[in-house]
């Protein structure tokens, strides 16, 4: 099976490739560095031609409102170049509660994605992953100075990144969901805790503080990211893959 991995160079996309080829797939990687922009149309018809399917796994370059113009664009061309090239699956990968959080910009954003992908003439199936492992870090730097990391208890069960490429890998190769996969990690975790878990992994004597009001995370309401008892639960435990990295 011929399948273009648009945003085949980051951290989900990279994977996928290398698994996909692995399986015995014929993978185009394609990113804005190999000449192919969602924003313009430019390379598209190339990627894909002669593609099966299409995973789309890009992130938008900024998180504010301009994201829904991003997703708007790209996908309008994503969807018209695979029609074009008679494309029979498109694959995109999202977030675990994306439409139960319209406070957020990139939430918003991605809803929209979706959307469209729905209302599209090809079939599709849409992955839904909640936190990574590997965004952890990112997310304490948002709140944090050279004393303190201030977090809000927001549960969250994270996932690795690895476990997200596997589930990716399974629907691109198979029939069409014409429906929504949601995927999480096994451990439902608040993440004012996930932040003491990681600084002490780490060995950093910051001090995490539990502030409700601080950082994105806070508007987040309930348990919109953990993905409730129809997800798929995922293996790998955050303890376990940050002692692995210790």
Same mark, same amino acid.
């Given at each position: ?7 085949? $160079? ?7 490739v290398? +698994? ?6 014929? /993978? ?7 000449? /192919? ?16 399917? /299409? ?8 998180? =504010?409102? +301009?994201s ?36 957020? =910009?990139?939430?918003?954003a ?11 003439s ?18 304490l730097?948002?709140?944090a100075? =050279? ?28 029939? #069409? &969901?014409?429906? $929504? ?8 975790? #608040? ?5 003491? &878990? ?7 004597a ?13 508007? /987040? ?9 129809g ?9 376990a ?5 210790s």
């Amino acid at each position: 099976m011929k399948i273009t991995v648009i945003g085949g $160079t980051g951290l989900i996309g990279s994977r996928l490739v290398t +698994a996909l080829r692995g399986a015995g797939h014929e /993978v185009v990687s394609a990113a804005r560095s190999g000449g /192919v922009d969602l924003t313009t149309g430019t390379g598209l018809d190339e990627a894909l031609d002669g593609a099966h399917t /299409v995973v789309d796994v890009t992130n938008s370059p900024t998180f =504010d409102s +301009a994201s829904s113009d991003f997703f708007r664009t790209a996908t309008e061309n994503l969807l018209a170049a695979g029609e074009r090239a008679g494309v029979r699956h498109q694959v995109a990968l999202s977030i675990v509660g994306v439409d139960q959080v319209p406070q957020l =910009d990139y939430y918003r954003a991605k809803t929209l994605q979706e959307d469209m992908l729905k209302q599209g003439s090809i079939p599709y199936s849409i992955v839904r992953a909640t936190q990574f492992f590997e965004f952890v870090d990112g997310i304490l730097s948002w709140t944090a100075d =050279d004393t303190t990391v201030r977090l809000p208890s927001t549960p969250l069960r994270p996932i690795a990144a690895a476990e997200v490429v596997a589930a990716l890998a399974e629907v691109a190769t198979g029939r #069409p &969901l014409d429906g $929504t996969l949601d995927i999480a990690g096994p451990d439902v975790l #608040p993440l004012d805790g996930l932040g003491r &878990l990681t600084l002490s992994a780490r060995g950093d004597a910051r001090t995490v503080v539990t502030d409700e009001g601080a950082g994105p995370f806070a508007l /987040v309401e309930g348990d919109a990211l953990t993905g409730g008892p129809g997800a798929r639960t995922a293996h790998t435990r955050y303890e376990a893959w940050l002692g692995a990295r210790s």
